[in-house]
């Protein structure tokens, strides 16, 4: 049982590669409104496979919204018009027959394009590998509840951990900062007992690799929350500052 | 035929592991960064072996062809993880565990692996615990637990809906450590094409950069694949849009035998179709199955809306059919009962769904606590169908979810090719037949954690430090006829797209390669494969070049692997003239629909030898239950 057809015009930015300029290319599709807004771009690539083009190239794997792969700026805002929905969870009866969307890469200094709709996210791994971790090995660890953990924390601890990676945070920042996206994981070592050993070094390991990359400072207007899939709260960077300037009060030596 | 040896260790069943870690030959501390390790995928399985082998002190190599190790498809599981903690004081074991899983899997898995499994599950969790998993908890502090399909115990951990993504990010920020420490060495954006044996061991792969289309050589002591599994052959399926079978199915090819391909699970609790566009299957957790109660209508074609179909015309098939495990019965079982009501016309509107009900849990315990244990998966459903669980209830169907084959291993986790190793998904060793919930997370990470860096050690304390040099003829080779392969498909340019072909193949797999199967249907199965396979090589068009990015060529590529192991499994289902788990042949049943095993012919893994286009030899690793006696599986 099909529902009526959607006309949609797609202005989709195409670019060869990281070196070339990109520009917008407009397409008409029609499409099922319970198809998803990446099932559209499979059927166009579907019918520019078949003309010999070459297909519009974004980036999507588990689209169920957890794996962070997808993401493109749809009308101006990072995932599309919804909020708290990565751009694979977005379904096309969100639309109206007619209707005109501009489709974009997340851009940031740190996120170069790498071929139409793909950006290079790889800086948030950088940062991870610096600090984003509690440092024990496998095996000789306690009994798993050999360290009770109130439910509370152990909630936020999970609200902070439920970041996807996907990057929106940065493309809807004007700074193009990355403050959300660490602070998350910041965050969620910083509430639980586990992660208070390292807890100063981490952050200043984490923030310092944060800033060589290129992404910029917080200036506190939470796009960043206002588009972030999981609802990851800016409340998480105040308590990133806090523990920066603890680490410094401390003055802790960090290696790099 | 050849005798496959499984190395079994001797001795009583709760003895073989640790008897086993203890006879296995050690590398000496100084000696193991002699050793490089090539680790291809890091979802759960490949992220905590990469992890744990660096922390050892191996050169390890760890491949990906994400732009990120924690793309992986584990992060996608939602339900939890399973382990014999008995937390909850409701007769929990070791030995329960173990029984569960081979009871579970139908006879069909080996019980060694299945109880080291079981001995390891505890100190899974303890590990995540240590590494900052935020699981959830009770109000005292203390770990919380739910139930979970096919057991009687709750000892599945969970964090919200999401535990595979926590469990992942765990094993992820351990690798991450490890690449910070440069013992690791990540190498992102690479799809392993092949592997390369020298001298009749695993010595190398060769990947394409994704990014470049350079076709790359890398060489190492020993090759571990952790590249999950193969359901997206069906096309439709719960898998993430970019998994494959290509790492394993190369490497089957280069001689690795592929054991029960046949075995694949069809999850009960997906989101139904909604048209031709669609392009992959949402699954909602197992966990649902908690509190929602299943059913459809008593009566054929019944067109009224959920909330006009009174109580007495309902039939909650599940809780009817199998009263002591209700609607947590495993999930195959769940899934032959949906297909059936649903060929009977009673599915909802008459089509091909069910309903997932949790009206009575919501006023048995509110919707608060509904929102607190389901809120996400709740969310989901809405914002995929436009509909709200809360107020109507759900429309489930199933669909192709996990693959129990892939490639054969021995204890050790070792293929039949010295030096290449297979975890998780990819390999055919824990869940016989069919899997039950929970017990894939605790699978990949066992694999990981406690099995490869023992097993490891012992493989290469026999293997010396000398390094294959990557211009080594093999290598040549192997690279040339990547490198063909590659120009072959790019020079077809013919009149049909690699997504088009892959639904045909997709819809021939799925009428007679899913929930049923019959001689009759898979006979024909093999001769259609075929014949979409010719089409493809005639008529396949890839745009664009192999020295650019370019994802129709990635997905085509994957694509001739899935025509040649869609083949295979439809062999290995019409060898097996019984029903055991997610295989059901439909000559081989009770009065009552349930599965009919054949023990005295069939209890044996089906490992296939690769012996050139379209033919394979079959040889047979015999199971043999001593702890666990074979029955009638029966969840009533």
């Known amino acids: 049982m099909e529902s009526k057809k959607l006309n949609i015009k797609l202005k989709i930015w195409r670019q060869k590669n990281s070196k070339s300029a990109g520009s917008f290319i407009d397409y008409d599709v029609q499409v099922s409104p319970d198809a998803s807004f990446l099932e559209m771009l499979d059927e166009l690539n579907n019918t520019l496979e078949l003309k010999g083009e070459e297909a519009v190239h974004f980036e999507s794997d588990c689209r169920e919204g957890i794996c962070g792969t997808c993401g493109l700026v749809i009308n101006g805002r990072p995932h599309g018009p919804l909020s708290k929905i990565a751009t694979c969870q977005l379904h096309m009866r969100n639309f109206q027959d007619g209707e005109t969307l501009w489709v974009e890469p997340f851009r940031a200094k740190a996120f170069s394009v790498i071929k139409d709709l793909m950006v290079d996210r790889s800086g948030f791994d950088k940062i991870l590998q610096a600090g984003g971790y509690i440092s024990v090995n496998t095996g000789g660890v306690p009994d798993a509840n050999a360290i009770p953990i109130p439910k509370d924390i152990s909630s936020l601890a999970m609200d902070a951990a439920a970041c996807i990676g996907c990057g929106a945070c940065v493309a809807a920042c004007k700074n193009a900062s990355a403050m959300l996206f660490v602070s998350a994981k910041v965050s969620q070592y910083s509430l639980l007992p586990q992660g208070q050993p390292e807890r100063y070094q981490r952050v200043e390991k984490m923030v310092k690799v944060m800033d060589e990359l290129g992404f910029g400072s917080c200036t506190n207007t939470y796009a960043c929350e206002a588009e972030c899939p999981k609802g990851i709260s800016v409340t998480n960077i105040a308590r990133m500052n806090r523990d920066f300037m603890m680490a410094k009060i401390k003055n802790i030596e960090v290696e790099v | ?636």
């Open chain 2, 1 to 636: 035929m050849t005798k496959l040896n499984s190395k079994i260790p001797e001795g009583n069943i709760s003895e073989k592991w640790t008897n086993h870690k203890f006879n296995m030959k050690l590398v000496n501390p100084a000696n193991k960064r002699k050793y490089t390790i090539i680790l291809v995928g890091t979802g759960l399985a490949g992220a905590s072996a990469a992890a744990s082998l660096g922390e050892l002190g191996y050169n390890v190599l760890a491949f990906t062809f994400h732009d990120s190790a924690r793309r992986a498809h584990s992060i996608s599981a939602q339900g939890g993880i399973n382990a014999s903690k008995n937390y909850q004081n409701d007769g929990d074991s070791t030995f329960r565990l173990f029984y569960d899983t081979v009871k579970g899997g139908d006879f069909r898995a080996r019980e060694a692996n299945v109880h080291r499994l079981a001995e390891v599950s505890g100190n899974i969790i303890d590990q995540c615990v240590a590494q900052g998993v935020p699981f959830a908890r009770e109000y005292g502090g203390l770990l919380d637990n739910r139930s979970f399909g096919g057991a009687q115990v709750s000892r599945t951990f969970y964090a919200r809906g999401q535990t595979g993504q926590q469990l992942l990010l765990g094993a992820v920020s351990a690798l991450n450590r490890q690449v910070g420490k440069g013992s690791v060495k990540l190498y992102l954006r690479r799809e392993m094409l092949d592997v390369v044996i020298v001298d009749g061991a695993a010595k190398g792969i060769i990947v394409r950069n994704l990014l470049t289309g350079e076709i790359e050589k890398y060489s190492a002591h020993a090759v571990v694949l952790a590249t999950g599994g193969y359901s997206n052959v069906f096309f439709l399926s719960t898998n993430a849009m970019n998994c494959n079978a290509t790492a394993i199915w190369r490497a089957h090819k280069r001689g690795a035998y592929f054991a029960n391909p046949c075995f694949t699970q069809i999850h009960p609790t997906c989101l139904p179709l909604h048209g031709e566009s669609q392009s992959k299957l949402t699954l909602m957790s197992e966990s649902l199955r908690n509190d929602g109660r299943v059913w459809v209508s008593k009566k054929k074609q019944d067109m009224r809306n959920p909330g006009d179909i009174p109580e007495d015309d309902r039939d909650y098939y599940l809780e009817r059919k199998y009263p002591s495990y209700g609607n947590l019965a495993p999930r195959d079982i769940s899934s032959r009962a949906a297909k059936e009501v649903c060929d009977e016309g009673r599915g909802v509107k008459g089509g091909d769904a069910v309903y997932l009900d949790f009206k009575d849990a919501i006023s048995r315990l509110g919707q608060k606590v509904i929102e607190e244990r389901y809120g996400n998966l709740f969310e989901i459903y809405e914002t995929i169908t436009g509909e709200n669980p809360y107020k109507s209830p759900m429309m489930i169907y199933p669909a192709p979810h996990y693959t129990m084959g892939g490639l054969w291993v021995d204890y050790n986790l070792m293929s039949n090719v010295p030096g290449l190793f297979v975890l998780g998904e990819a390999n055919f060793s824990d869940h016989g037949a069919n899997r039950l919930g929970a017990s894939a997370l605790m699978q990949g990470l066992a694999d990981g954690y406690f099995v490869i860096p023992y097993t490891m050690g012992n493989y290469l304390a026999g293997d010396k430090p000398t390094l294959v040099k990557t211009d080594h003829p093999e290598f040549e080779k192997v690279a040339k006829e990547v490198k063909d392969l590659t120009s072959k498909l790019l020079s077809i340019k013919g009149k049909r797209t690699v997504d088009d072909l892959h639904k045909q193949l997709g819809r021939i797999m799925w009428d007679n390669v899913g929930m049923g199967r019959n001689e009759a249907g898979l006979k024909k199965t093999i001769e259609q494969i075929r014949q979409v396979k010719e089409e493809f090589w005639k008529n396949v068009t890839i745009p664009g070049s192999g020295e650019d990015v370019n994802q129709t060529l990635e997905r085509a590529g994957r694509l001739v692997d899935y025509f040649e192991l869609g083949e295979l499994m439809a062999l290995d289902a019409l060898n097996r003239n019984e029903s055991c788990g997610g295989h059901f042949r439909t000559e081989y049943q009770f009065d009552d629909g349930e599965a009919k095993r054949d023990d005295e012919n069939y209890s044996y893994v089906s490992a296939w030898e690769f012996a050139g286009d379209s033919k394979w030899n079959l040889h047979k690793e015999p199971l043999e239950f001593e702890y666990v006696k074979p029955a009638v599986r029966s969840y009533k």
